[in-house]
């Protein structure tokens, strides 16, 4: 059995190429995700009326809330008022996040696209930003118009 080296010359273990991904990702969503459910869950309670009671911050809460429901963290407050104050901000969030992700695309496109107008490299060689030279027996559309007799 061959051993296969990534290209810094290490050994690459099977099944082991993605874990490094997955694990920022979850190091990174998991603060979101804690801020979504506290933050969600007590404008939920709060907008029914059970006023600014929010639960600790902390991943404790997030472990209370998996293993004893709503009413862990926000005792006396419905179930309803709880998922929707949450998945209106996850909404809320994600749309926010949507928005950011398409803004930037639509600004690099458009510099992008100013640049390779506005830089004149249409008949330049791009190696060499030289002139290009005219192609045998064609015209240069660059040519000025002849001058009329």
């Known amino acids: 059995m061959s051993v296969l080296k990534d290209r810094m010359g290490r050994e690459d273990v099977p099944g082991t190429a993605g874990f ?12 979101l995700a804690l801020t979504a459910v506290w933050l969600g869950g007590s404008l939920g309670v709060m907008l029914i009326g059970g006023g600014w009671n929010p639960p600790p ?13 709503t009413g ?3 005792p006396g407050s419905p179930t309803g008022a709880v998922v929707a104050g949450i998945s209106a901000l996850a ?3 994600f749309a926010a996040a949507a928005l950011c992700f398409f803004a930037v695309d639509w600004a690099l496109a458009a510099i992008a696209a100013r640049r390779s107008v ?32």
């Open 20 to 31: 490094g991904l997955w694990l920022m990702t979850l190091v990174a969503l998991t603060p």
């Open 57 to 69: 911050f902390s991943l404790a809460s997030l472990t209370d809330l998996v293993g004893g429901g």
């Open 72 to 74: 862990a963290l926000w």
């Open 91 to 93: 909404g809320v969030l």
């Open 118 to 149: 506005d830089d004149g490299s249409a008949h330049r060689c791009p190696h060499t930003r030289a002139p290009a030279p005219v192609p045998a027996g064609g015209s240069d559309t660059r040519a000025a118009a002849p001058l009329a007799s």
